[in-house]
């Protein structure tokens, strides 16, 4: 699983935020590391403005058999956006990726001799 962690120009401490992502991501992610191919964050920090200038935190996570999962969070520091766009994020998952195997799990009547085939 790649992680790429993009931040915009408003962001502080950029390095040290990278590396901290990565390894929230690693840890947090793990249970859907066969699922996942990439995660790409974006953190950036909103106009004045707009919401108050807090910081805006999207997640996507690419699958390598679905289409991709995305998710945004709003927060007022880069720690409560990155966190709770990860929540979302780890939600999402679990709700695309059940379904996905809740329906590979099941049987085609079509199957049962019911359609007449045997």
Known sequence: MQIQVNTSNGIENKEALIRWAESELTNSMSHFKNDITRVEVHLSKEAASKAG???????????????????????????????????????????????????????????????GNP
């Open 53 to 115: 200038g807090e910081t805006r935190c999207t997640m996507e996570a690419r699958l390598g058999h679905h289409s991709p999962v995305a998710v945004s969070h709003h927060a007022p520091t880069q720690d409560a956006a990155f966190r709770g766009a990860s929540d979302k994020l780890r939600s999402a998952l679990e709700k695309t990726l059940g379904r996905l195997r809740s329906n590979r799990d099941h049987e085609s009547i079509a199957d049962d001799g019911v359609l």
